[in-house]
C-alpha cells in the first residue's frame, strides 16, 4: 500500500505539480546558480551506497532498480532532513522526472535511444544530501532499441570559457515541440535550462546533446552554471 501511494504521488506531480514546484524551487533559492539546495550528510554517519541499474523495454519504457546501502527510505508525510533516511530523485537525460520513496521504478515513454539515468539521495526536506558539496548519487547509461524519432527543433550552440561563440543563442519552438540542443563545448561545465531544468554535464571538446518537450510557454535562460554565463534564450510559444 505504501508503494502505491507513493506513485500516486509521483505520477501527479510529474504531470501537473511538477513544473509548478520546479519554478517555486528556483524562487525559494534565491540564488540564480543554486538551483538546488544541499544538506551535507552527517560525517558521525557511514556514508550510504548508491547504485543503479536500468533496464530497456520495447516498449519504449525503462525498469529502474536503485541498489542501497547505509540508506532508508522516509515516509512522503517526513519533512525533516535527517540522515540517513529520505528518498530519490530520478534523472533521465538531464531532466528530473520525479522524485521516488522506493528502489524499483517503472519510466514509461522513455522512448529509443541512448539515456542516462541519473538519482540523487534527497533528505525529506527535499534538499540533496551531499558529501564536500557533492550531491550523493549513481548514474548509469541505457539504450532502448527502435527507431529514434528526429526532434521537431535542434539547436546548436558552441560554448567556451567565455560563453556562447557569437553571443547568446536566441532560438524560437512551438509549444509542445521535442526539442534537442546540441553543445559543442571547449570547457568542463554544466549547462542547465532554466525552469524546465534540464542540466548537462559538457566536458572539453566534446559534444552533449539534451532532449526535451517544450511543454512550458514563455522565455527560458539556458546558461553555464560554472561561469555563470548565460549562453541561450529558448522561447516557447
Ligand atoms: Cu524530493
Known sequence: MDNEAGHGDMAGMDNEAGHGDMAGMD???????????LTEWPADVPLPEVAVSAEP????????????????????????????????????????????????IELADVGPGDHTVSVT???????????????????TEVTIAGEVTPADDVIEVAVGPDGAAG???????????????RI?????????????????ELEPGQVTTV???????GVFEAELEGAGIQVLELTVS
Open 27 to 37: 524562487h525559494e533559492a534565491g540564488h540564480d546558480h543554486e538551483h538546488t539546495a
Open 57 to 104: 523495454h520495447d516498449d519504449g519504457s525503462l525498469s529502474i532498480h536503485i541498489d542501497l546501502n547505509g540508506f532508508e527510505f522516509a515516509d512522503p508525510t517526513e519533512h525533516e532532513a535527517t540522515a540517513p533516511r529520505g528518498h530519490v530523485h530520478v534523472n533521465v537525460d538531464g531532466r528530473e522526472v520525479g522524485m521516488y520513496f522506493e528502489p524499483d
Open 121 to 139: 539521495l534527497a533528505a525529506a526536506d527535499h534538499s540533496l544530501w551531499a558529501r564536500d558539496g557533492e550531491p550523493l548519487g549513481a548514474s
Open 167 to 181: 553571443g547568446i543563442v536566441e532560438a524560437q519552438v512551438g509549444l509542445g515541440d521535442t526539442v534537442e540542443v
Open 184 to 200: 559543442d563545448s571547449s570547457v568542463a561545465e554544466e549547462f542547465h535550462l532554466h525552469t524546465y531544468d534540464v542540466s548537462a
Open 211 to 217: 532532449r526535451f518537450t517544450a511543454d512550458i510557454p
